[in-house]
T-cell receptor, first 115, second 116 residues
Framework: AQTVTQSQPEMSVQEAETVTLSCTYDTSESNYYLFWYKQPPSRQMILVIRQEAYKQQNATENRFSVNFQKAAKSFSLKISDSQLGDTAMYFC????????????FGQGTRLTINP | DVKVTQSSRYLVKRTGEKVFLECVQDMDHENMFWYRQDPGLGLRLIYFSYDVKMKEKGDIPEGYSVSREKKERFSLILESASTNQTSMYLC???????????????FGAGSRLTVL
């Protein structure tokens, strides 16, 4: 079974700073996706970024980028020029592409951006 | 945009009551999921369905059942609610692999259930 671990329950940074959220996972599969989802306070979960395991290039979406280290089974999220609207719970998630496409989530990191 | 709508945002029920949580998606997604979200535990999969009338157990199915009679609707049922089922419940849907946009789950706003 796959497991996803987020070791930082809470983080706090000042607006405009760069912040990195950590995620490690454990799997014996070779064909999978990794995701970061964001859940703002009292709002719904939305996709931030996705990484296909077969791609060596790290995914980037505007101010959000990942550092995907496949051998180390590490998948961190970097948020550049952080904004107040980035305040949210962030979840790292794993999807095995063999069989049912279900997500396995980490415990979450509560990120607060301070003005 | 795909919309996943959960019928109730907040519910308060008594121990032993039967509880229905409804979820409807409007973009013809094959896959639908029910997750439970608890602080420090992240999201855990209760049940999922990849087709009408099909269902598969997730990681924590005990005390729950599901129904999928129509493609767009996936219901979570608590046959006899207990206090340890107090939680946030999230519904999600996705396209099956091979279709454009597949493998990305779209979530509903959540249903916060309190069992007294």
């Amino acid at each position: 079974a796959q497991t996803v671990t987020q070791s930082q329950p809470e983080m706090s940074v000042q607006e405009a700073e760069t912040v990195t959220l950590s995620c490690t996972y454990d799997t014996s599969e070779s064909n999978y996706y990794l995701f970061w989802y964001k859940q703002p306070p009292s709002r719904q979960m939305i996709l931030v970024i996705r990484q296909e395991a077969y791609k060596q290039q790290n995914a980037t979406e505007n101010r959000f980028s990942v550092n995907f280290q496949k051998a180390a089974k590490s998948f961190s999220l970097k948020i550049s020029d952080s904004q107040l609207g980035d305040t949210a719970m962030y979840f790292c998630a794993f999807m095995n592409l063999q069989g049912a496409q279900k997500l396995v989530f980490g415990q979450g990191t509560r990120l607060t951006i301070n003005p | 945009d795909v919309k996943v709508t959960q019928s109730s945002r907040y519910l308060v029920k008594r121990t032993g009551e039967k509880v229905f949580l409804e979820c409807v998606q409007d973009m013809d997604h094959e896959n639908m999921f029910w997750y439970r979200q608890d602080p420090g535990l992240g999201l855990r999969l209760i049940y999922f369905s990849y087709d009408v009338k099909m269902k598969e157990k997730g990681d924590i199915p005990e005390g729950y059942s599901v129904s999928r009679e129509k493609k767009e609707r996936f219901s979570l049922i608590l046959e006899s609610a207990s206090t340890n089922q107090t939680s946030m419940y999230l519904c999600a849907s996705s396209l099956t692999t091979g279709r454009s946009g597949a493998n990305v789950l779209t979530f509903g706003a959540g249903s916060r259930l309190t069992v007294l």
